[in-house]
């Protein structure tokens, strides 16, 4: 897979499986796993995508190591500030 390379050094697959309106949970993991197996190594998601536990399952079933995989989220924005992120 080809990748490209950021400022900070850090490397992302030009290519990437997305997860929208995918909103079967088991059908979400699933999708992630095959997606993985096929060669995928940037998976997405976001919060509102209402899946993001189904491709957490998804990425930790593979049997790929998540140190291997670049993984991408989006957050709603009532949710993006550094105070409402450290009250976690």
């Known amino acids: 897979m080809k990748t490209v390379k950021l400022s900070n050094g850090i490397e992302v697959p030009i290519l990437g499986f997305g997860t929208f309106q995918i909103t079967d949970p088991k059908e979400a993991e699933k999708s992630v796993i095959e997606a ?10 976001a919060q509102s995508y209402m899946n993001e536990e189904a491709v957490g399952q998804g990425i930790t079933n593979s049997g790929v190591a ?23």
Request: proline share 0%; glycine share 4%; net charge positive.
């Open 66 to 88: 998540r140190d291997d995989l670049f993984v991408t989220t989006k957050v709603w924005v009532d949710k993006v500030s550094y105070d409402v992120f450290m009250a976690r």
């Open 36 to 45: 993985i197996k096929a060669g995928y190594r940037h998976i997405d998601t």
